[in-house]
């Protein structure tokens, strides 16, 4: 009886802690949609590709917390797939900011430092937040991980473009720009390698 009694609480308690981590993926959706309408219209305003580049990553969070919410409650295989497909996006990603920081390297123009400044301050408040709420669920399955090193990356990614914004306001010249957004490409594409990994791993585990 003692023993049933304890499942009970553990069962119990495993089904608050989904309800709660529910509850912080819609509240983590609602903040990266928001952010991406306000990011990429700056970005296009103030010419800057890591901000173009950060607000494409909005819009792929959104997404990802919006995956992740679906397969929440899901078997272990489906969430490994869903990973898998969320890390292919990821790589998508990291390819096509790379491709737009040469596009504006060979183009030329430099980006509007203040516009970059302000906008990465706000876009950093809005991660730092997100990965609080996130930061207890960082060492779950490889669905959970792949939601924890998005929100991760982009508070990496918002302090860079604030270093960028610097660099162009310093220099007058749009490289250090240019250098944070290939920066943000590289962590999205560490971090997709990273998920596919695990997932790989726990597909592997179930049809065994």
Not at 72 to 91: D, P, Q, T
Request: proline share 1%; charged share 10%.
């Amino acid at each position: 009886m003692g023993a049933h009694c304890c499942n009970h609480e553990t069962a119990a308690q495993t089904n608050i802690r989904s309800a709660r981590y529910r509850k912080i993926l819609w509240l983590a959706l609602a903040v990266n949609l928001g952010m991406f309408l306000v990011e990429i219209g700056a970005g296009v305003r103030a010419g800057s590709v890591s901000l173009l580049a950060d607000s494409l990553d909005f819009a792929g969070d959104a997404a990802n917390y919006g995956i992740s919410l679906w397969v929440l409650g899901l078997g272990v295989a489906l969430r490994a797939k869903a990973s898998l497909f969320k890390a292919a996006c990821m790589l998508l990603f990291g390819v096509g900011v790379l491709a737009s920081a040469l596009w504006q390297w060979l183009s030329g123009g430099v980006p509007d430092a203040p516009t970059m400044g302000v906008i990465g301050t706000l876009a950093l408040l809005a991660n730092l937040a997100v990965a609080a709420l996130l930061y207890a669920y960082r060492e779950g399955d490889s669905n959970m991980r792949s939601v924890w090193l998005c929100t991760r990356n982009d508070a990496l990614g918002n302090l860079a473009v604030l270093l960028a914004a610097l660099g162009v306001f310093g220099t007058g010249s749009a490289w250090p720009d240019l250098l944070v957004a290939s920066i943000m490409a590289s962590l999205a594409l560490t971090a997709a390698v990273q998920v596919l990994r695990q997932a790989r791993q726990e597909l592997a585990a179930v049809a065994t």
